[in-house]
């Protein structure tokens, strides 16, 4: 896979193209790369998916709060792997959301070329969203390439979505979100310095720090698997804010306790696969009430890993 952040210098022929923001690559989005991929390879094309960042509802001030599911490299390799041969992330500003879906499929033409375009049922391009799939048909015949609309996919008789993936992740629901993601929830960071409190209490953990934008599972504490230098370990992971030890409010923290490690992480990078939600994070009266909570979670997470490994 090749990954592009413009379409400047491209000078494609006969793509199969689909355009979307494709924020988590869940299980809608994976269907239609995958058909994508399917047609464009046995007629010997390529399969090219355009998205954006940063979100169009972000510029366009309909949302400021951390709710991407993926960053942009992370969405790019995930396209890959579910068959894309190109992967253009363009950067998306208000001069492009003023662009007439006309001029900006004449752009895409210019550029890619494209024999074959795919859309979501929901999809919508340019100015005021008018580059819908009756308008992107009209503009087909004159750009010369066929559109295709995509059925939404349905899971429990409601469409899967990423606004869906993430009122899951906040309702800290990580079966559904497991199951609409078609993969556990991940997020990856460099683990930076903590307090190191975990180490006093004989439980060290490893501070991640995140992509500010990113969207994080609700406060609890989860069974994870966290991979670093190509290795995976059993951990458990808390998201919160550690009441037992904070008086005032803090940012929400992740950090993780990896299961029969031993050495020294600072400064890795770590990706953290969320598995299970074990419980709520919540006070304890006294660290002792703490620490055997944590081994009562510990123990909890070994059983459940066994099923993973």
């Known amino acids: 896979m090749r990954h592009y952040l413009t379409l400047e210098g491209l000078s494609l022929e006969d793509t199969w193209l689909t355009v979307g923001t494709f924020d988590g690559v869940h299980r809608g989005h994976q269907e239609i790369v995958h058909q994508l991929a399917a047609g464009a390879h046995q007629l010997g094309y390529p399969?090219?998916?355009?998205?954006?960042?940063?979100?169009?509802?972000?510029?366009?001030?309909?949302?400021?709060?951390?709710?991407?599911?993926?960053?942009?490299?992370?969405?790019?390799?995930?396209?890959?792997?579910?068959?894309?041969?190109?992967?253009?992330?363009?950067?998306?500003?208000?001069?492009?959301?003023?662009?007439?879906?006309?001029?900006?499929?004449?752009?895409?033409?210019?550029?890619?070329?494209?024999?074959?375009?795919?859309?979501?049922?929901?999809f919508a391009l340019g100015k005021d969203r008018e580059g819908n799939a009756a308008r992107l048909g009209e503009l087909g015949i004159e750009f010369g390439y066929t559109l295709e609309v995509f059925p939404p996919i349905q899971i429990d008789g409601e469409i899967v979505s990423s606004s869906r993936i993430r009122a899951a992740l906040a309702a800290g629901d990580l079966k559904l979100v497991t199951r609409l993601l078609g993969r556990p929830f991940a997020v990856s960071g460099r683990v930076v310095s903590g307090d190191g409190r975990g180490s006093t209490i004989g439980i060290p953990t490893a501070n991640l720090e995140l992509w500010v934008e990113r969207a994080i599972p609700k406060a609890g504490v989860y069974v994870s698997q966290a991979t670093v230098n190509g290795e995976v370990w059993g951990a458990v992971t808390n998201v919160g804010v550690r009441p037992t030890f904070e008086t005032q409010p803090v940012p929400l923290r992740v950090e993780t306790h990896l299961l029969d490690f031993t050495g020294d992480l600072y400064g890795k990078e770590m990706r953290l696969n969320f598995l299970r939600r074990l419980r709520d994070e919540q006070r304890f009266p006294d660290i002792q009430a703490l620490v055997e909570q944590i081994q009562s979670d510990i123990h909890t997470a070994r059983q459940v890993l066994e099923r993973y490994s």
């Not at 709710?67 to 942009?72: A, N």
């Not at 396209?79 to 894309?84: D, H, Q």
């Not at 001069?95 to 210019?110: I, K």
């Open 47 to 122: 399969a090219v998916v355009l998205t954006f960042y940063p979100h169009p509802a972000v510029v366009l001030g309909k949302r400021s709060d951390p709710f991407y599911l993926t960053t942009p490299e992370e969405r790019a390799v995930l396209l890959g792997e579910f068959g894309a041969d190109i992967v253009i992330t363009l950067p998306f500003d208000h001069q492009l959301a003023e662009t007439s879906a006309h001029d900006f499929v004449s752009r895409l033409s210019q550029h890619l070329g494209m024999h074959y375009l795919v859309i979501g049922q929901d």
